[in-house]
């Protein structure tokens, strides 16, 4: 359920459930500019636009006809701005003489959202080597054998077994041994369980901060 913050923000129907679409998939995020002004509606595929504004028709968005926003796209990807230029190019030739600014409008758009993309890319890089790290560091952890632990307690148990009327010589062998077992113990929770659980940690921060507000879903 999104805040009532966020929902006021929201365009009219059915635009707005086509919005909560992409939101759910993934393909999309808000993001907050502060306090009583219009969200922006961030795409993957590059687009932006204010939230309010977003339009959805005939599979793309759009803002709203005769918006005067500061840097919204046309449309909410590439494919989309570069359609509706060979559009325009094979209706209406003339456009290149005549109106030249709006061929240049949507040749920038794409241009614009490809630096957006490209600049996401290179969170993906950072995430990537972040990830590598972690990876590295995984590789390296070793950690004690726990079969040394249960031959020390197989030792153990023998001695009681076998030589009961004995024990009481062999008090301080058994109490080694007894430590001995603790000490693998000691060793695989430090250098072992807690290396990996610290790392795991580590990665799940790592995938958080790529991921941001977006809703993913795989596909």
Not at 112 to 140: C, G, T
Request: aromatic share 8%.
């Amino acid at each position: 359920m999104m805040k009532e913050i966020e929902n006021r923000w929201f365009p009219p129907s059915p635009h707005k459930e086509e919005v909560l679409k992409f939101l759910e998939r993934g393909r999309a995020h808000i993001e907050e500019r502060g306090h009583n002004i219009a969200p922006l509606l961030v795409f993957e595929d590059g687009g932006v636009m204010e939230l309010p504004l977003a339009r959805y028709k005939d599979g793309n968005f759009s803002p709203a006809d005769g918006t005067e926003i500061t840097r919204q796209t046309n449309y909410y990807d590439v494919c989309g701005s570069i359609n509706e230029l060979r559009k325009l190019l094979s209706e209406k030739p003339e456009m290149v003489q005549s109106d030249p600014d709006r061929l240049f409008e949507l040749m920038d758009d794409a241009c614009y959202m490809l630096s957006r993309m490209q600049r996401r890319r290179e969170k993906y890089d950072e995430f990537r080597a972040a990830v590598n790290s972690v990876s590295e560091r995984l590789n390296q952890i070793v950690g004690p054998e726990t079969e040394v632990a249960h031959q020390k307690a197989d030792e153990f148990r023998g001695l009681l077994r076998e030589n009961p009327e004995k024990v009481a010589g062999k008090l301080q062998h058994l109490i080694e041994l007894s430590e001995g077992v603790r000490a693998v113990a000691n060793r695989m929770e430090k250098e072992v369980l807690y290396a990996y659980r610290d790392l795991a940690i580590e990665l799940g921060e790592t995938y958080a901060q790529i991921r941001g507000s977006r809703k993913w879903e795989k596909g």
